[in-house]
């Protein structure tokens, strides 16, 4: 028998790729749209905040268990800029070339040894609403911001994010290559793990 999970988001992608890494367990993840329920205020000072936020708003009022993602990409030179503040960091939410653009600006000049970042990725599951003890998943993904974007794949910053590990951009992997090595993929890995101790799935 399945059991259906709500995600705390409406993308579509999201979506797919949270079920096609759960289908083998017997776990339906399906969107918070399915509901008519609006994003959550996301008023935390971390991801892991944000993520546990997303969480509990979608539980609240699915009365089903839910899972929430937060992510972002924190720049060392920056002080962790742009962090929980990455998809609207130029001012409008999900303007990825604004957000890049901006990004590149902040980092004019600053030598490649002092350009290195992570993307972060948090994954928070609650079994109900007001879960005292969310199961966390937290993904990172190390690198360094290039000077020019690069590669025409991926959304985000991908197209600056330069991955050491196969000397190009995010941008430039592969699909397949990138949910193997991307923050997400370890959160979601991490994430199994912690349902199998639980005995949330098998």
């Known amino acids: 028998m399945s059991q259906t999970i709500v995600l705390a988001s409406n993308n579509a992608g999201k979506i797919n790729e949270f079920n096609q890494l759960f289908a083998d367990y017997g776990l339906v993840i399906k969107p918070q749209g399915d509901w008519q329920v609006s994003d959550a205020d996301e008023t935390g000072l971390s991801f892991i905040e944000n993520a546990i936020l997303k969480a509990r708003h979608a539980s609240s009022h699915t009365d089903l268990p839910a899972i929430a993602d937060d992510s972002g990409i924190a720049v060392d030179y920056l002080n962790g800029a742009p962090g929980i503040y990455s998809a609207r960091f130029a001012g409008e939410h999900g303007n990825n070339g604004a957000?890049?653009?901006?990004?590149?600006?902040?980092?004019?000049?600053?030598?490649?040894?002092?350009?290195?970042?992570?993307?972060?990725?948090?994954?928070?599951?609650?079994?109900?609403?007001s879960d005292p003890t969310p199961i966390i998943a937290h993904g990172v993904w190390e690198g360094r911001i290039l000077e020019d974007a690069a590669g025409n794949e991926g959304f985000g910053y991908d197209p600056i994010f330069y991955v050491p590990e196969t000397d190009c951009s995010a941008a430039s992997l592969p699909k397949e290559i990138k949910n193997q090595l991307s923050h997400r993929a370890k959160a979601l890995q991490q994430l199994i793990a912690l349902f199998r101790e639980q005995h949330i799935i098998p």
């Not at 957000?99 to 109900?128: D, Q």
């Open 99 to 129: 957000n890049n653009a901006l990004l590149l600006e902040k980092l004019a000049g600053v030598p490649s040894h002092e350009r290195t970042a992570r993307f972060h990725c948090v994954l928070a599951y609650v079994r109900h609403a």
